[in-house]
């Protein structure tokens, strides 16, 4: 008998072939296929999602999840196209789920090393974990018809610009305008495995002593350039691996973002605000620099992100004042006295970090771009009275998008005479008419916009 959702020419013989000894590994990539199909049908950040489904698995078990669908996602449009070919008819709703573990399959089989007859034997199993044992022999049957014919699919697929670039067109084509230089670097960039940087606890150690700690412990690693405190790791790591972690020697954060509490330039006593702060890493970099008569606020309107923020300055040894706040309405006890410093780490696109959050390339619209421009700006609007005379806001996003970043900042000089960039204490990045722009480098830092902006004396 037919199966109603088949491979090309292949019949799903599942109830006619012989079970063989559960292979290992299907629980897992039943996991990676349920997070990829929360991330592809129902629009969920894929950070949230692995939290969540890999909760129950051992650590070991949650890194291969991840790898299978951070992987899958860089790989998406790629992907799709393969499975389009090895399918002649569309996908039924209640099997969505199971195309997922189909493209699961096939990035094992494309882009990872383990051995074919494996991957396939534990995805076959996996079908059987989603509760789906009738489609074990159509997964089965797809998979090992790639095999045979992996030449000719995927010279195929490769006319299509979409699966060269693994990018949505909307933003090929903002990259394009905007980089006419770069942009093809930036995507290739993009598609990456990004590497890990740690920031080191100034207060504690210093970069010297602890990368001497690392190289104790078989960990390479290399400076960050024009930072003080960076770190590059050979290879990621768990942070239980990291000596000193748990006891806040050290902490995970790109070189990019390490930038921001260097560029703020918060002096001792002076008043900083960290608006936007979640999940707190900028917060820490600012404490860490400053070891005295610093008042610094975090604010973020999302209760639960703070407390992320509590914790790793508890693990930092760090103190701050900690208030739920709109930066769009500033109001409280936390907003009654002005500010030396802000920090608005503003909500964006996020195109800058898309190798460390690659579900953001399917998850985001062209039309995000505006509504985030139109947020920015009311950011800005609403935090600049709260800014003391003299005093100077940092405004960051990890966008690569000039509308998010200098137009952004034009359009608010242009209607705040009271504002002033002042040029950066960087030579990192390229300049623009205004702010710099970091771009996504290979082995170093992700993408990031900065601009400085002093509030006028009189």
């Known amino acids: ?123 076959v199993e996996a079908s059987r974990r989603l509760g789906k044992p009738g489609k074990a022999g159509l997964v089965n049957a797809l998979l090992r018809r790639f095999l045979r014919e992996r030449d000719s699919l995927l010279a195929e697929i490769e006319r299509d610009p979409a699966n060269r670039w693994l990018f949505p067109a909307w933003l090929v084509q903002g990259l394009r305008s905007d980089w006419p230089q770069d942009w093809e670097g930036i995507i290739e960039t993009s598609n990456e495995h990004p590497p890990m940087s740690l920031r080191v606890n100034r207060r504690r150690a210093s970069r010297g002593d602890y990368a001497a700690r690392l190289a104790a412990a078989g960990v390479a690693a290399r400076p960050i350039t024009g930072s003080q405190t960076g770190l590059i790791l050979d290879r990621p790591r768990a942070t239980r691996d990291l000596p000193g972690f748990d006891e806040g020697l050290v902490s995970v954060q790109d070189g990019g973002a390490q930038l921001a509490a260097e560029l703020l330039d918060a002096r001792p006593g002076q008043r900083v605000l960290d608006a936007c702060a979640a999940p707190g890493g900028k917060a820490a970099a600012i404490l860490e620099r400053v070891d005295r008569d610093l008042e610094l606020v975090a604010i973020d309107k999302d209760e639960a992100r703070l407390e992320t923020v509590r914790t790793n300055l508890t693990r930092l040894g760090l103190a701050a004042q900690i208030a739920v706040a ?42 995000d771009i505006g509504q985030f421009g139109r947020l920015q700006g009311c950011m800005l609007d609403a935090l600049w009275p709260l800014l003391a005379p003299g005093g100077r806001l940092l ?42 722009q970091l771009l996504p480098t290979p082995g170093g830092s992700d993408g990031f916009y900065y601009a400085l902006l002093e509030k006028r004396l009189a």
């Open 326 to 367: 709109d930066a769009t309405a500033p109001q409280g006890r936390w907003a009654e006295r002005p500010f030396e410093r802000i920090l608005l780490d503003a909500p964006c696109s996020a195109t800058g970090v898309i190798r460390r959050h690659p579900d953001i390339k399917w998850l985001r619209r062209a039309s």
């Open 395 to 436: 405004y960051a996003t990890c966008s690569l998008l000039a509308e998010e970043n200098q137009h952004q900042i034009a359009a608010f000089l242009s209607r705040q005479p009271q504002a002033e960039e002042r040029p950066l204490a960087t030579d990192w990045g390229q300049p623009l008419p205004h702010g710099r």
């Open 1 to 123: 008998m037919h199966d109603t959702w088949m491979a090309c020419g292949l019949v799903d013989r599942a109830r006619h072939t012989p079970r063989s000894p559960t292979p290992i590994g299907a629980e897992t990539r039943a996991a990676a296929a349920r997070a990829l199909f929360r991330v592809r049908d129902q629009g969920q950040s894929l950070t949230p999602v692995l939290q969540q489904i890999s909760a129950r698995h051992t650590p070991a078990d949650q890194a291969f999840i991840q790898e299978l669908t951070y992987g899958s996602l860089r790989q998406l449009p790629r992907l799709e196209a393969l499975a389009a070919q090895l399918l002649d008819r569309g996908i039924k709703k209640s099997d969505r789920d199971l195309e997922s573990l189909i493209l699961i399959g096939l990035h094992q089989l494309t882009a990872m090393s383990t051995p074919a007859h494996a991957a396939v034997a534990a995805t």
